[in-house]
């Protein structure tokens, strides 16, 4: 399948990334979209990683586009914008994962003899498809409509800008936005995974356990191949479950980062570093700050640095701390594929074993702790803030000691169910 449209990300001079939505057909950004993205989010310092969502989002509309044959431009000069049905049916698309839409762009489903529309082929779709449900999350698709109301809005006043007030189109096509916008706000999916019911969990005791068995570079049930990745990979599940840092963060560390002396490694912030060769740049999203490492955690990441990753190849070329089997740095893809190989070779592990689930085990084990350690709610929130890199006035703390109190409780309640006594007939 040949993808149309492609998000590319370039690195400038200066270190900065800037990402572009490409036509393939003709290897140049779309104008408009380029436009949007450098006036509302580039020149607002918003992050580069912000900016390929966004560009994702827009992705969606411009395929929407091509399935409907609507032309945004002719719309806007006509004094339209969009019916309620394609709205509708634009919201219908953001449910859907990017590669199913792509799919369904290039197999060309829309018949224009026949006037076939989008809902149609959705439908022709879900009747054929093995697997009629696979959608992405809620708030996923909440993004994605967010975005793209975002650009038609921009699109739309840019237009009326460029008109007279007295303009023939001007009356229609703000009537149109009128219409279009909040349709598009009420058609936001609500996010499903903030409520307690079915927020996600940490790894239980049993898989942890079983999880540095598998990772021990000498044990036989290690998935990984190679000496350098079976070190450097078990490092970094126990950088993981130790510190409880995110992807970006574990990336971006640097040699100089980690102090050996003090058993200290300095999270830091790092927009668009010039000596970063990755394309897409691993970034910390949370504050600065200082983690200790263990005895045990500094003397492993010390034989890595000396006794492993010294020995290979390019490794010397750059600071960074984890490196590919090439010598460049780790990146996120490669990250990835780490733990997908976990999964695949250790079939008992739960489906669950990646990053940001250790993040949440990380996360369990430190609300155990402070109850061992005797403290108040209060000073755990400021302890997990700090640790995590929120700020202090966060309310994300507060959301893993809810959890953490709701497990408690459904404990205690087991136990005074257990002790309950069915009374003897005295009669």
């Given at each position: 399948?040949?993808?149309?449209?492609?998000?590319?990300?370039?690195?400038?001079?200066?270190?900065?990334?800037?990402?572009?939505?490409?036509?393939?057909?003709?290897?140049?950004?779309?104008?408009?979209?380029?436009?949007?993205?450098?006036?509302?989010?580039?020149?607002?310092?918003?992050?580069?990683?912000?900016?390929?969502?966004?560009?994702?989002?827009?992705?969606?509309?411009?395929?929407?586009?091509?399935?409907?044959?609507?032309?945004?431009?002719?719309?806007?000069?006509?004094?339209?914008?969009?019916?309620?049905?394609?709205?509708?049916?634009?919201?219908?698309?953001?449910?859907?994962?990017?590669?199913?839409?792509?799919?369904?762009?290039?197999?060309?489903?829309?018949?224009?003899?026949?006037?076939?529309?989008?809902?149609?082929?959705?439908?022709?779709?879900?009747?054929?498809?093995?697997?009629?449900?696979?959608?992405?999350?809620?708030?996923?698709?909440?993004?994605?409509?967010?975005?793209?109301?975002?650009?038609?809005?921009?699109?739309?006043?840019?237009?009326?800008?460029?008109?007279?007030t007295r303009h023939p189109t001007h009356a229609a096509l703000s009537l149109a936005k009128d219409v279009v916008i909040p349709a598009l706000d009420a058609r936001v999916a609500a996010a499903k995974g903030r409520n307690s019911a079915n927020a996600r969990t940490g790894l239980s005791e049993e898989a942890q356990t079983r999880l540095w068995e598998v990772i021990e570079p000498d044990s036989q049930q290690n998935p990984w191949t190679?000496?350098?990745?079976k070190v450097r990979n078990a490092l970094i599940v126990r950088w993981f479950m130790g510190l409880g840092v995110r992807r970006g963060e574990l990336l971006g560390v640097k040699l100089s980062d980690v102090d050996l002396r003090k058993n200290e490694v300095f999270i830091a912030r790092r927009p668009d570093d010039k000596v970063d060769p990755r394309a897409h740049q691993p970034n910390t999203k949370t504050h600065d700050r200082q983690?200790?490492?263990?005895?045990?955690?500094?003397?492993?990441?010390?034989?890595?640095?000396?006794?492993?990753?010294?020995?290979?190849?390019?490794?010397?070329?750059?600071?960074?701390?984890?490196?590919?089997?090439?010598?460049?740095?780790?990146?996120?893809?490669?990250?990835?594929?780490?733990?997908?190989?976990?999964?695949?070779?250790?079939?008992?592990?739960?489906?669950?074993?990646?990053?940001?689930?250790?993040?949440?085990?990380?996360?369990?084990?430190?609300?155990?702790?402070?109850?061992?350690?005797?403290?108040?709610?209060?000073?755990?929130?400021?302890?997990?803030?700090?640790?995590?890199?929120?700020?202090?006035?966060?309310?994300?703390?507060?959301?893993?000691?809810?959890?953490?109190?709701?497990?408690?409780?459904?404990?205690?309640?087991?136990?005074?169910?257990?002790?309950?006594?069915?009374?003897?007939?005295?009669?």
């Open positions: 399948m040949s993808v149309r449209y492609a998000v590319k990300n370039v690195v400038f001079e200066s270190g900065e990334r800037f990402a572009f939505l490409v036509d393939r057909r003709t290897g140049l950004p779309e104008f408009d979209v380029t436009v949007f993205t450098l006036v509302e989010f580039r020149q607002r310092d918003r992050a580069s990683a912000t900016i390929e969502q966004v560009l994702r989002s827009i992705k969606v509309f411009v395929l929407f586009c091509d399935l409907q044959e609507i032309v945004l431009e002719e719309r806007l000069r006509d004094g339209r914008l969009l019916e309620m049905g394609e709205v509708d049916a634009l919201a219908q698309l953001c449910r859907l994962p990017l590669d199913l839409i792509e799919s369904r762009a290039e197999e060309g489903l829309v018949d224009s003899s026949a006037s076939r529309k989008l809902i149609a082929s959705l439908e022709t779709y879900r009747a054929r498809s093995k697997a009629p449900n696979r959608e992405v999350a809620g708030d996923s698709a909440g993004v994605r409509v967010r975005y793209i109301r975002q650009y038609l809005k921009w699109r739309v006043d840019r237009h009326l800008l460029s008109l007279s190679g000496r350098h990745t983690l200790v490492l263990s005895d045990d955690l500094a003397r492993r990441t010390q034989a890595y640095i000396i006794e492993v990753r010294r020995e290979i190849a390019g490794a010397r070329k750059h600071p960074f701390l984890f490196v590919a089997n090439g010598g460049q740095p780790l990146s996120l893809r490669g990250l990835n594929k780490i733990f997908s190989v976990l999964r695949q070779r250790c079939p008992d592990l739960p489906e669950e074993v990646f990053p940001h689930a250790i993040r949440h085990t990380w996360n369990d084990n430190f609300s155990k702790t402070m109850d061992e350690q005797g403290e108040t709610s209060e000073h755990e929130k400021k302890m997990r803030s700090r640790l995590m890199g929120w700020n202090p006035s966060s309310e994300t703390a507060d959301t893993y000691n809810k959890r953490h109190i709701e497990r408690k409780s459904k404990k205690a309640s087991i136990e005074l169910q257990q002790k309950m006594v069915i009374p003897s007939d005295e009669s």
